[in-house]
């Protein structure tokens, strides 16, 4: 067995109760204030005066139903939580016990989980803990995780922008800006599967080599990146207009069907199409030539099918006399 200890008294004045344990609450043996803590001080402002009653100061979280300092002890022992009445929204947790001779209360407080918010609230720094706290050491721990996990986020939402600007980019024809032929096979594949109504056209520029030919490749370069911006102006939000290679563009017109209207928007972009370009000077000539197909022909639309039949529609629409649409009906086999 462990010999006893003896048992030493101690007496303390305030100040050195300040240096030892700031966060505390000397009270007479009716419950009044007589010292605090130099840090329960700030925590209590307006509220830290002399005389002032321990039910003045707080209100009991735990142990339910108590109200006074002898509540507390009487039905907590030595363990409670305690919310200041100055509006401070900071809960603090103690342990407190009746001194020698019962006329003399020490409570010594903490702020427990609610450390963080104390420190934004109040301003705290590592003078207000005694030295042997680790609160400050806990909070600089917390904050580095916290900048750590806010660093994350951050490098994760670069990582995320930088993968949806890589797949842009991958479906993205760079001359022009309007899609390219990969963002065409997505887009149909989505639609045909989806059974939506829309209208396939497939455009080839006429007399585009004669421009390449007599100005140079800039020229050609010039007048590709003018039908681009002719198609953008021509169309929705909602279509979707592509470069698929060369001087060969398609255009999906979508939950548009009706021949009429997919005659209208095919002649509106080969008239603008037809107008002169001026590129440095000189002026470039070329016309389109536009095959239409549309997904409602078909009982089960094929993306594959619908271009083949656009393409057969084009090369109607060139032996026929160019800078003309045509529109073929897509039957399935």
């Not at 707080?58 to 509006?87: C, H, I, K």
């Not at 702020?111 to 420190?119: E, H, K, R, T």
Request: net charge negative; charged share 25%; with cysteine.
């Amino acid at each position: 067995m462990h010999a006893e200890l003896p048992v030493h008294r101690l007496d303390l004045d305030s100040s050195d109760l300040a240096q030892f344990m700031p966060m505390h609450l000397l009270l007479d043996g009716e419950g009044r204030a007589l010292s605090f803590g130099p840090t329960l001080a700030r925590v209590l402002q307006e509220l830290a005066v002399p005389g002032m009653r321990f039910e003045e100061m707080f209100e009991v979280r735990s142990p339910g139903g108590a109200v006074t300092v002898s509540d507390v002890l009487g039905r907590a022992g030595n363990r409670f939580r305690l919310l200041p009445r100055n509006g401070v929204r900071v809960g603090l947790r103690g342990l407190g016990l009746r001194l020698p001779g019962g006329d003399k209360i020490l409570l010594n407080l903490s702020f427990g989980i609610d450390l963080i918010a104390a420190v934004r609230e109040l301003a705290l720094t590592d003078a207000d803990f005694a030295a042997t706290d680790l609160a400050m050491e806990l909070l600089y721990l917390a904050e580095a995780n916290a900048a750590v996990t806010r660093e994350l986020r951050g490098l994760n939402v670069r990582l995320e922008g930088a993968r949806m600007a890589a797949e842009e980019e991958a479906m993205t024809d760079p001359l022009t800006g309007l899609r390219n032929r990969r963002a065409v096979d997505l887009i149909l594949e989505r639609l045909c599967a989806a059974r939506a109504s829309f209208g396939l056209l497939h455009m080839d520029l006429d007399y585009f080599k004669a421009v390449n030919d007599s100005l140079g490749h800039a020229a050609g370069d010039f007048v590709l990146e003018s039908v681009g911006r002719i198609l953008r102006e021509q169309l929705r939000a909602e279509d979707c207009a592509a470069r698929i290679g060369g001087d060969e563009f398609v255009v999906i017109i979508v939950g548009r069907s009706d021949p009429k209207t997919l005659q209208s928007i095919a002649e509106r972009i080969i008239a603008r199409i037809c107008q002169p370009m001026d590129f440095e000077g000189q002026e470039c000539r070329v016309s389109a030539s536009i095959g239409i197909v549309r997904s409602t022909d078909l009982a089960t639309p094929e993306a594959t099918q619908l271009l083949a039949t656009a393409d057969r529609a084009l090369y109607a629409a060139k032996h026929a006399g160019r800078g003309r649409a045509v529109l073929l009906v897509s039957r399935g086999e």
